[in-house]
Structures are given as structure tokens and as C-alpha cells.
């Protein structure tokens, strides 16, 4: 389907990506580039057991109550026979 | 037997002592008895933002240390009668008051008033410690800014880790036309990020500096914007229900001009 060339850089969309940013290592404590390790070491662990969709894989950190959660979504096209 | 309630925000600057102060006035104008702590210890502010720098006698440390007696150090508003200010101290030395020691007088005061709203120094040292201690539930005020939402954010933690139930937003100095044009972050974007119950929404009001000159509160002008933005804030606090104003609803020629400048 055609796309319109998406203009999405006003200064709150900016501002609001820098957040996402900053706060997601700062609940974490961990750096951008080893969420980033940890998300292709999670597709070669579940890609041996079953076959996953990676454009649609989402990797989130959720606070919540003092607690910290690492919510991943994998969505399963199919899952491998022996 | 009254509620204990912080004002915090991590950030300087986003208007704890405002806010802290336009609700304290608010529940006393809704009748309550109301005792608001300046629990910014070495750096007083609370007395001036209510025009009671004068009437300052004893202050939170003569009550802790016992010089005086609670009713002595307590300050009575010049405009709402059932408004008191508990003042802070201006010494130098933050550790003069501990945690314990002010979690003591919450329990004491609470018998007392209806409220008591303590206004949280900025930081996370100490002020931070002795302002939650006593405190039943935590307000977090901030502005649209990445540093204030990101503060906020750490704030909301913090308060999770006292123990205290999730905190209700603030957003402060919210300026509806540059939401619209896109160079402020909306309430959804800060609602979504921080993922807290919205208590209110107070617009940036040249008001609030002109009040802060005179030491007299916004609240008092129920014409003003951000005087009725506290006032809803207060019936929110009392548990209505009130809609929020209607900030973001642009006119005929911002419509229009925003149609051109997409072009």
C-alpha cells in the first residue's frame, strides 16, 4: 500500500522519543545497546523451538509498583515438529 | 483524623510550593482544617508565597526539639481562616530533622486537620526522605518538559519504594497553543510515559508570578484560568468528578492557520 512520507519530526515528537529513550534505561540501568543484544539473543533462542515473526517482536520494560517487568512479544507463525 | 499528603516532583522549579499552596488554600476554602509543612529545610519559601514572611515566630525544628509548642509555630493564613503554615527552618543543617521525628509530627497534626500537605523540597536526599515519611499519599507535580517527566518518572519510584500508593499527577505550566503546533508534549504522550492516575491540569498563567509578587494565590481569582484549574484539582482531591477545562480546543483562526502552514 502507498505511504505518505510521514513528517513526524515536531519538537514534541521529538521530545517525546528522547523520553522513551532516557527512561527506558534509566528503569533498567541498562544501555541501549545491550537491550539491543538481548533482543537478537531472544530470536535465536525462541527460533530454535519455533518460528516467530521478528517485524512484529516488541521488547518493553514496564515499572510497575517498584517493580521492574521486561514484557516480550513474539508473535509464533509456527511452531517446529521434531 | 485528617490525610497526610506530600507534594513532590524531583525537579526544581515545576510548582511544588504553587500547587501545594493553591490546594491547601482550596480545601480550606471547602471548609476544611488545613496545615500545609514546608519541609524544605535551610531553604523557606512556602511563608513568602503566601505573604506570611512576617508573621513567622517558631518553625518545624523549635517544634521538633521542643522549644515550642506545635500551636506556636503554626502560622495562620491572612485570607483563608482555616489555612495554617507550618514553616521551615533556615538553617544550614538538613540532617536536623529526621524521618522518624517527622512521620511523629504528621500523627500528631493529623489529628488535628483534615489535611495536612507537606511541600517536598526538590532532590532525593533527605528534604525527600523527611517530607514522605509521614505521608499517606504522594502528589507528583511536573511540566511538559523532557527533564521534568523524566524526574517525575524517577520521583514515582521513589515514592513506590516508601511504600506509599501510586501518586497522582500534576501537570503544570501546560501551554495548550504550542501542544497544538506541535512543540509541547500533550497529557496523553506524559499520561502514556508515566502511566499514572491525571489529578490535574494547570495552564501557564502570567497570574501565578503576579500572585507570587504580592504573595497572594491564584486560587483566590476564580476567573482566572489557572485559579479554576486548582479549584477543580481541589473538588478531584474531595473525590468528585469534574471534567477538565477545555485547554487544547483551538479557535476558528488557529484551525486556519493550521491548515496553511501544513501546505
Known amino acids: ?82 | 483524623m485528617g490525610e497526610v499528603i506530600v507534594v513532590t516532583s524531583g525537579k526544581g522549579g515545576v510548582g511544588k510550593t504553587t500547587t501545594a499552596s493553591n490546594m491547601g488554600a482550596g480545601l480550606a476554602e471547602n471548609g476544611y482544617i488545613v496545615c500545609l509543612i514546608d519541609a524544605d529545610i535551610g531553604l523557606r519559601n512556602l511563608d513568602v508565597v503566601l505573604g506570611l514572611e512576617n508573621r513567622v515566630v517558631y518553625d518545624i525544628t523549635n517544634v521538633i526539639s521542643g522549644k515550642c509548642k506545635i500551636n506556636q509555630a503554626l502560622v495562620k493564613d491572612k485570607f483563608f481562616k482555616k489555612l495554617f503554615l507550618l514553616p521551615a527552618a533556615q538553617i544550614k543543617d538538613k540532617m536536623s530533622v529526621t524521618p522518624e521525628e517527622m512521620c511523629e509530627l504528621c500523627n500528631i497534626l493529623k489529628e488535628k486537620f483534615d489535611f495536612v500537605i507537606i511541600d517536598c523540597p526538590a532532590g532525593i536526599e533527605r528534604g525527600f526522605k523527611n517530607a514522605t515519611a509521614g505521608a499517606e499519599n504522594a502528589i507528583v507535580v511536573t511540566t511538559p518538559e523532557v527533564a521534568a517527566v523524566r524526574d517525575a518518572d524517577r520521583i514515582i519510584g521513589f515514592v513506590g519504594a516508601c511504600g506509599l500508593p501510586s501518586p497522582r499527577l500534576v501537570i503544570n505550566r501546560f501551554r495548550p497553543k504550542m501542544v497544538n503546533a506541535g512543540d509541547m508534549m500533550s497529557i496523553d504522550d506524559i499520561l502514556d510515559i508515566l502511566s499514572v492516575d491525571l489529578l490535574g491540569i494547570i495552564p501557564e498563567d502570567e497570574l501565578i508570578i503576579v500572585g507570587a509578587n504580592t504573595g497572594e494565590l491564584v486560587i483566590k481569582d476564580g476567573n482566572s484560568l489557572s485559579g479554576q484549574a486548582y479549584k477543580n484539582v481541589v473538588q478531584r482531591l474531595k473525590g468528585n468528578e469534574v471534567p477538565y477545562l477545555e485547554l487544547q480546543k483551538s479557535n476558528f483562526f488557529s484551525k486556519l492557520s493550521k491548515v496553511f502552514s501544513r501546505q
Do not use: H, Q, W
Request: net charge positive; glycine share 2%.
Open chain 1, 1 to 82: 500500500m502507498f505511504k505518505f512520507p510521514c513528517k513526524n519530526s515536531t519538537s514534541s515528537s521529538v521530545a517525546k522519543e528522547r523520553l522513551r529513550f532516557v527512561l527506558l534505561s534509566d528503569r533498567t540501568s541498562i544501555n541501549p545497546e545491550l537491550l539491543y543484544d538481548l533482543e537478537n539473543d531472544f530470536i535465536k533462542v525462541i527460533s530454535k523451538y519455533m518460528e516467530i515473526d521478528e517485524n512484529l517482536l516488541e521488547l518493553n520494560i514496564n515499572k510497575d509498583a517498584g517493580n521492574v517487568m521486561l514484557k516480550a512479544n513474539l508473535p509464533v507463525k509456527r511452531v517446529k515438529t521434531y
